[in-house]
């Protein structure tokens, strides 16, 4: 599910989401998603001015991590959210699944971060949670 989860506005509904997948899965069955990493944004100086804004000067109906963007003249302007690696564990974990596997993929997505930098690395975080 690339960065489905990004495209669902309010905390809320995107836990609700993660726990109906967690009620559709079989036992033992496997949820896979991705989210965009919001300290992606650290490493690209055009972002310094988003990440201060969600943090500190966002608008009273976004929640941290809400993102604006022009996506193309069909879309035009399209929402996004954009994850901390807490607050993705944190859906995964709330809907009971137990994350068995985490995945930090670079800028690309072609391959993935190691090492101690990689949740402020990594453009995105792939979990696989499992369904106990």
Known sequence: ??????????????????NELFRVAK???FVIVHAHNRLAGIKEPDMYSW????????????EIGDYYFYHSKILNKTYMHWFSFDEFRSLFENAGL?????????????????????????????FVGKKI
């Open 1 to 18: 599910m690339y960065s489905s989860f990004g495209c669902i506005p309010t905390k809320a509904k995107r836990q609700k989401s993660m």
């Open 27 to 29: 036992k033992n069955g």
């Open 51 to 62: 990440l201060l804004k969600t943090y500190f000067f966002r608008e009273k109906d976004l």
């Open 98 to 126: 137990k994350i068995v596997k985490k995945i930090f993929l670079n800028k690309e997505e072609d391959d993935y971060y190691r090492g101690i930098l990689k949740r402020v690395l990594s453009g995105g975080f792939i």
